[in-house]
């Protein structure tokens, strides 16, 4: 599966914005007057393969997994709090779900590495295994189980496609996952790893100084090669970061736009990427989060958000606020009058 999904994957449509390019030049307004909402429309034009792309409706999937490296004493909360968050995604009582109602998203909750039993009628259970190792001393999980957490990933976009979604916002849940990115991302990066590290859950100074020396422990102790991202994945990652990545690149082999969330789905993006680079085209950047590692995924990606409201959340909150810009952006291009539909004299002039 992972591998027919590499290859259906192909680079966005850069002649259609030509097409779109003239008619935002039609439209009763000057020309780029409506700023980053005409370039974000070339953009989805060129990933949906439709010179008037819709992005309604959007579909929210939300991974959940927990993570060995949590026994390290990284986070200001137990493990047992990522199923307990599940239990409240389906009940419909968190962040996500009050925003994923707000743009009548159709959400999914997937289970792909719970270390607990999930119950609820609500989650979609596609386990690969109960948690991640604790990457401090040994291999997160193998390159079997990383591959197949891959492919959790791409069948849930798969879903999301077949329902009839147009859009894709994908989020997480699960303790000590900013742990995991942070340690991703200095392998994919170089850079130092207090450069990258933040509160997370929100750790004590203390805790954050502990947690830097957990993935610089963990950089040495396994030694993964930056230039394998399967490989980065199975020493160093986690599951539901995994899933994340494989929903990417299933969205995009099905020309789905994907409104990218923050710190972890942005590293989740960058390892994605680095699979399959064609996938960049198909990314839209939701905002930048408070966490000090996500200007540099940003930067390593090439990305400008498009909300900054200090959030550090995660769950898909941020990419959800900020659909109604891409909702906006396409009903713009589709009905707006131009100016020779309204009678209006003097199109392409500044006024």
Not at 8 to 15: H, I, Q, Y
Not at 50 to 68: C, K, M, N, R
Not at 88 to 116: H, M, P, S, T
Not at 130 to 152: H, K, Q
């Amino acid at each position: 599966m992972l591998a027919d999904t590499l290859a259906s994957l192909t680079p966005v449509d850069a002649n259609l914005a030509i097409v779109v390019q003239a008619r935002l030049d039609s439209l009763t307004k000057p020309p780029g007057s409506l700023g980053r909402l005409e370039s974000l429309v070339l953009e989805l034009a060129g990933m949906s393969g439709e010179a008037l792309p819709t992005v309604t409706p959007p579909g929210v999937i939300v991974f959940a997994a927990d993570h060995g490296v949590a026994e390290e004493g990284v986070s200001a909360f137990p493990q047992e709090v990522t199923a307990q968050m599940v239990a409240n995604f389906v009940a419909g009582g968190a962040a996500i779900n009050v925003f994923a109602r707000q743009i009548g998203a159709r959400l999914e909750v997937v289970d792909v590495g719970v270390k607990g039993d999930v119950e609820g009628a609500g989650v979609v259970h596609d386990k690969v295994r109960r948690g991640t190792a604790n990457f401090a001393r040994e291999d997160a999980m193998s390159l079997v189980e990383a591959e197949r957490a891959l492919e959790v990933g791409i069948r849930a976009a798969e879903r999301s496609h077949a329902a009839g979604c147009r859009c894709l916002i994908v989020g997480e849940m699960g303790i000590a996952n900013t742990t995991a990115s942070s340690t991703l991302l200095a392998a994919l990066s170089g850079r130092p790893v207090s450069r990258l590290v933040g509160q997370g859950t929100g750790i004590a100074p203390v805790r954050l100084a502990h947690k830097t020396e957990v993935i610089v422990g963990a950089l040495a102790a396994r030694c993964a090669n930056p230039s394998q991202p399967l490989e980065l994945l199975a020493k160093l990652g986690g599951l539901e970061i995994a899933a994340m990545a494989g929903a990417y690149l299933g969205a995009a082999a099905r020309r789905m736009p994907i409104l990218v969330d923050g710190f972890i789905a942005t590293v989740a993006a960058l390892l994605a990427c680095r699979l399959a680079p064609a996938l960049r085209g198909y990314l839209v950047f939701a905002h930048r989060s408070r966490e000090p590692g996500h200007d540099v995924a940003l930067e390593l990606l090439e990305a400008r958000p498009l909300l900054d409201l200090e959030l550090r959340l995660g769950e898909g909150t941020g990419a959800a606020l900020a659909f109604p810009l891409l909702e906006a952006a396409c009903r713009m291009l589709a009905d707006m009058a131009t100016f020779d539909s309204a009678g209006v004299a003097g199109g392409g002039t500044e006024t």
